[in-house]
């Protein structure tokens, strides 16, 4: 994987973010690292977590890698992996907290396992995808619970579209993040 990753940066005209274009680009000098006791695997995580400039470019082949992998993971945990349990016990009045933590849960295995099988150093961000993950979800169970809406209405379909819509630009955004730092 680092070879197709490194490879995307390759191309001709490619940036990556650097001080001159405004972008926060952390080093070896910035990285704090530790070792993962349990799995003995060198760990870092970027000091301060900060996001590429808008100003700043990625390289597109990295970019695009990383909106594939992501994609497929969030396909694999949201469609694959979600039983009616999770699916319909989130969106309940009450009872909903351990169906979804259990969802939330699997995203954030698979996007932790991703970067440790892709990016170790940026192990973290599945703690961030479950966060953001679980808000999203939270706020459309919040909506179908508090306002009974059912599959038969357009609210429903709206909130799922919404769901996924959000959902898919949280992967963005780590794509982004991923192909700028990675």
Not at 15 to 38: D, E, K, L, Q, W
Request: proline share 4%; charged share 10%; net charge positive.
């Amino acid at each position: 994987f680092r070879s197709i990753l490194a490879a995307g940066g390759a191309g001709a005209g490619a940036r990556r973010p650097s001080a001159a274009c405004g972008a926060h680009h952390h080093g070896a000098a910035g990285m704090t690292s530790f070792v993962a006791a349990s799995q003995g695997l060198p760990l870092s995580f970027p000091e301060p977590l900060s996001f590429p400039a808008m100003s700043s470019s990625v390289a597109v082949g990295a970019l695009v890698w990383w909106m594939v992998l992501l994609t497929i993971k969030h396909v694999a945990a949201d469609f694959l992996l979600q039983n009616s349990w999770m699916a319909l016990g989130k969106d309940r009045k009450t009872g909903w907290a351990l169906p979804l933590l259990a969802h939330t849960s699997v995203h954030l295995v698979l996007t932790t396992g991703l970067m440790l099988a892709t990016a170790p150093r940026f192990w973290f961000l599945g703690l961030i995808d479950f966060a953001i993950h679980w808000l999203i979800d939270r706020a459309k169970g919040f909506c179908v619970a508090t306002f009974d809406v059912r599959y038969e209405n357009a609210a429903f379909w709206w909130l799922i579209g919404t769901d996924q819509g959000l959902h898919h630009l949280t992967g963005f955004a780590l794509a982004i993040y991923l192909a700028a730092y990675a």
